[in-house]
């Protein structure tokens, strides 16, 4: 049985455990043989800036989860392009080079969903 | 119809659970299947058995148990998040090396593959979560 | 047609999770309003949701926060939001 799963996050990484909560979620989904799509809205897409590094903070870097997601064949990864405008950012400069989303399109990447999960 | 609810809240700080129990009793009473209550993040505290209240308080974790008696229930804790908030079984505390566990009676814990499978299940799924 | 049953449970001073759940509201979906979304029927709040899509809240949650006076909204009960999830073809959370 495949069903198609959005997980959606708003929160940005580390100041709390949501980006690495959503991820564990996205890769059981991927074992279980599920097609899965990431929505990072608001904050979320602060997820995606290259180059972090919290050693420092003691917390296992996020981006090498997320450069393993291909391996897992999620490569469905959307940002609110609204988003993007409020932090300054192009969807270019992140991590696996998500697609951004206006309202029209973000409502009917929902509507194509049998399972939303938020975080 | 099928429905599989996710907990994301502790039961102290937040309302979440609460809205979830009510809607786990409204699906069962309507004769409705609840194929599975998944606990996550700061939900897996409704599992903890030692939360403790004032006689005039709730206990959320008491009531999902009383739920759990009153109807066939799969109270699932995710155990990843579970063992990092302290909240253990017999097996998990000996494999930590702790010698107290706290699982509450008809809760279990397991991985997130029982979220994932539930979901793929039911023909609802609701999350009730908490900002954090 | 494919609809969403949206809820709601952040106050009106949390405008990045109403911002989002608008976003994300298609027309023909629905809004419930659980929790401390409620406040959203006080007079000062009620224009910044929607006006085109069916907008409801939960009774217990209205009646425990003394929020007697919500008009033009739908006034619900723990069934009638089962019901509601039925109606619908899923459920999105905004928290």
């Known amino acids: 049985m495949n069903k198609r799963f959005l997980l959606i996050c708003s929160r940005p990484p580390y100041g709390s455990s949501a980006a690495r909560d959503l991820l564990d979620i996205a890769l059981t989904c991927s074992v279980f043989e599920q097609s899965v799509s990431l929505l990072l809205m608001g904050d979320a897409i602060l997820q995606l800036l290259p180059e972090q590094n919290p050693t420092a903070i003691r917390q296992k870097n996020l981006n090498a989860i997320q450069s393993s997601l291909a391996l897992y064949d999620i490569e469905s990864i959307y940002v609110d392009a609204e988003a993007l405008r409020f932090h300054g950012l192009s969807a270019e400069t992140l991590l696996l080079k998500p697609q951004a989303l206006e309202p029209d399109a973000l409502q009917q990447l929902i509507r194509e969903q049998d399972v939303v999960l938020p975080l | 119809m099928i429905f599989t609810l996710v907990v994301h809240a502790s039961p102290v700080q937040h309302q979440a659970p609460e809205t979830a129990l009510r809607f786990a009793r409204a699906v069962l009473e309507a004769g409705h299947t609840l194929h599975r209550v998944f606990f996550y993040r700061d939900g897996v505290l409704n599992g903890n058995t030692l939360v403790s209240s004032p006689a005039d308080e709730s206990n959320i974790p008491e009531d999902w148990q009383a739920l759990a008696k009153e109807y066939p229930l799969d109270l699932v804790v995710c155990i990843a998040a579970a063992i990092r908030r302290g909240v253990l079984d017999a097996n998990e505390a000996r494999r930590y090396d702790k010698n107290q566990h706290n699982l509450a009676p008809g809760f279990e814990l397991s991985g997130l593959g029982q979220l994932v499978e539930a979901a793929m299940l039911s023909d609802r799924v609701i999350t009730f979560g908490g900002r954090g | ?95």
């Not at chain 3, 709040?45 to 085109?52: A, C, V, Y």
């Not at chain 3, 009960?77 to 619908?88: Q, R």
Request: with cysteine; charged share 15%.
């Open chain 3, 1 to 95: 047609m494919s609809r969403s049953l949206h809820t709601l449970n952040t106050p009106p001073s949390d405008t990045d999770t109403l911002s989002h759940c608008l976003m994300a509201l298609s027309e023909g979906d629905e809004l419930l309003l659980i929790e401390d979304a409620v406040y959203f029927t006080l007079p000062a709040h009620r224009h910044k949701l929607p006006s085109g899509v069916p907008i409801h809240a939960l009774a217990v949650d209205l009646q425990a926060r003394g929020l007697t006076n919500a008009t033009d909204i739908s006034i619900i009960s723990d069934p009638e939001f089962v019901n509601l999830t039925l109606h619908c073809n899923r459920v999105v959370s905004w928290f």
